[in-house]
């Protein structure tokens, strides 16, 4: 009797004892790649789509086949900073998950704790008008 030794991909051509012909096992996780082109991924393999924001892993099914297992991307938990004046706090997104910093604010700081939102005026002086305008002190 003759027997096939091919297998499909991801799988390998094993030996059954006290039988003529062995079988294809499952040895790995068929997952098509952003080409479409078939990767094989080992059994306990973990990988990330940042695209999608998913975590996948290959694992070994009791019936001999394999599966990808998905769930989304967890992140840790992430502190608030505290901001100095003159800046506030920025969102943004980083593998998938959210992360905050300081950036400087839409005002124009003045030596010591003062702030001026923009249109405001003040005079530093008796012969000085400064006007906050775009993040700039203008003075006249």
């Known amino acids: ?7 499909p991909p991801c799988s390998t051509y094993t030996p ?16 098509a790649d952003e080409n479409n082109s078939t ?4 059994i306990g393999d973990h990988w990330q789509d940042l695209d999608k924001c998913i975590s996948s892993i290959c694992v070994a099914n009791p019936n001999g086949h394999t599966t990808v297992t998905t769930a989304p991307i967890t992140c840790p938990p992430v502190a608030m900073p505290t901001c100095t004046p003159c800046y506030k706090i920025a969102t943004y997104t ?4 959210e992360k905050y910093h300081c950036i400087p604010d839409d005002v124009c700081c003045l030596s010591g704790p003062a702030i001026k939102l923009p249109g405001e005026t003040w005079e530093p002086d008796a012969c000085n008008e400064c006007q906050c305008t775009n ?6």
């Open 39 to 42: 990767q094989c991924k080992p």
């Open 94 to 97: 980083e593998d998938c998950c």
């Open 16 to 31: 059954v004892a006290g039988q003529c012909c062995g079988m294809c096992v499952q040895t790995a996780c068929s997952v």
């Open 135 to 140: 993040n700039m002190n203008h003075t006249s």
């Open 1 to 7: 009797m003759s027997c096939s030794t091919y297998c």
